[in-house]
């Protein structure tokens, strides 16, 4: 058999390597190339390795693309697959997003074996999680649940449900559905009232930015609505300063030749929420336009917030 065209790296977990394998058989398609061309090469990250607390205890988001980044600049794959909302504001030198495949559902999903939505969640209900954003979500919308750790892979979250270790909890409907388990959704969230991860539900490619080859490759991989909207998204969270301590909600579509946003901060505790929606029309500078708008709505919100969106829980 002959060596494969490109190695793709990508965490060693279930739901990477699932969404990381639909990713080939895309570039495989694309290209005209046969999947084998394409050789997937696992890569365990400080975020997988660390269970026992949350990102923000252990050092944020970069956990989950350090390991990924060094094997790119050291030569040993040629290019990686991500969840775009792990991938930082910033890269590091050298590192190119080569890449924005064509998007899934960005919602997240409500998941419960005792309540459809968090409305009728009773009183004291304890909804786990590890993401701050929702955290801060849910009590801002219900001051009287509880809200604890909940870490782990999809299957481990889903099955301390199970166990009783939370009464809810909340996932990102696109990792659902990559593991063919959407069914397990109670209810999908409106993203206008509580907005999503910024680019959640979006694959992020990322390449070295001096491989040609590969970058040339990608770039016929291309979604154009899904670049827009992430850049709208990503440019909204760099001018909040946005990381895991910062309780960030961000979502744009494109949609007949307009970019729609919706953008919001909590404090940790979801005492207070600033928000911005916006509707512009699209133009020959797609990318530069959306860009404009996410640092417009970021900066209107830093200016409001001022420290309060700083405050520890």
Same mark, same amino acid.
């Given at each position: 058999?002959?060596?494969?065209?490109? &190695?793709?790296?990508? &965490?060693?977990? +279930?739901?990477?390597? #699932?969404?990381?394998?639909?990713?080939?058989?895309?570039?495989?398609?694309?290209?005209?190339?046969? #999947?084998?061309?394409?050789?997937?090469?696992?890569?365990?990250?400080?975020?997988?390795?660390?269970?026992?607390?949350?990102?923000?205890?252990?050092?944020? +988001? !970069?956990?989950?693309?350090?390991?990924?980044?060094?094997?790119?600049?050291?030569?040993?794959? %040629?290019?990686?697959?991500?969840?775009? +909302? %792990?991938?930082?504001? &910033?890269?590091? %030198?050298?590192? #190119?997003?080569?890449?924005?495949?064509?998007?899934?559902?960005? &919602?997240?999903?409500? /998941?419960? $074996? +005792? #309540?459809?939505?968090?409305?009728?969640?009773?009183?004291?209900?304890?909804? !786990?999680?590890a993401s701050l954003r929702r955290q801060a979500q849910v009590l801002f919308a219900r001051r009287d649940l509880r809200v604890s750790v909940l870490r782990g892979n999809?299957?481990?979250? $889903?099955?301390?449900?199970?166990?009783?270790?939370? %009464?809810?909890?909340?996932?990102?409907?696109?990792?659902?559905?990559?593991? !063919?388990?959407?069914?397990?959704?109670?209810?999908? /969230?409106?993203p206008q009232d509580s907005p999503p991860a910024a680019c959640q539900g979006a694959i992020a490619i990322t390449a070295r930015a001096s491989d040609p080859r590969v970058l040339d490759v990608l770039a016929q991989c291309e979604n154009t609505n899904a670049r827009i909207e992430i850049e709208a998204e990503r440019a909204f969270l760099d001018a909040l300063d946005g990381s895991c301590r910062t309780p960030i909600g961000a979502l744009a579509r494109v949609s007949g030749g307009q970019l729609s946003f919706v953008g919001e901060t909590l404090t940790p505790n979801g005492t207070q929420r600033w928000r911005r929606d916006a509707t512009i029309e699209l133009g020959s500078d797609s990318i530069a336009a959306a860009q404009a708008l996410g640092r417009r709505q970021g900066h209107e919100i830093r200016d409001e917030a001022g420290d309060a969106i700083e405050l520890d829980v």
């Open positions: 058999m002959s060596a494969p065209l490109f &190695r793709i790296g990508a &965490r060693g977990s +279930k739901l990477s390597l #699932a969404q990381t394998a639909q990713t080939r058989a895309r570039l495989a398609a694309k290209l005209g190339l046969d #999947a084998s061309a394409f050789e997937i090469v696992p890569i365990v990250t400080s975020g997988d390795r660390i269970q026992d607390r949350t990102l923000i205890e252990a050092g944020g +988001k !970069g956990l989950f693309t350090k390991e990924l980044d060094e094997a790119l600049l050291d030569g040993r794959i %040629d290019l990686a697959v991500h969840s775009l +909302k %792990d991938l930082p504001t &910033r890269l590091p %030198d050298g590192i #190119a997003l080569a890449c924005v495949p064509e998007r899934e559902d960005p &919602r997240d999903a409500f /998941v419960s $074996l +005792k #309540a459809k939505t968090l409305a009728e969640l009773p009183a004291g209900a304890n909804v !786990g999680t999809v299957d481990t979250r $889903l099955a301390k449900l199970e166990a009783g270790d939370a %009464d809810a909890t909340f996932l990102a409907l696109a990792g659902l559905k990559r593991l !063919g388990l959407e069914a397990r959704a109670a209810s999908l /969230v409106d």
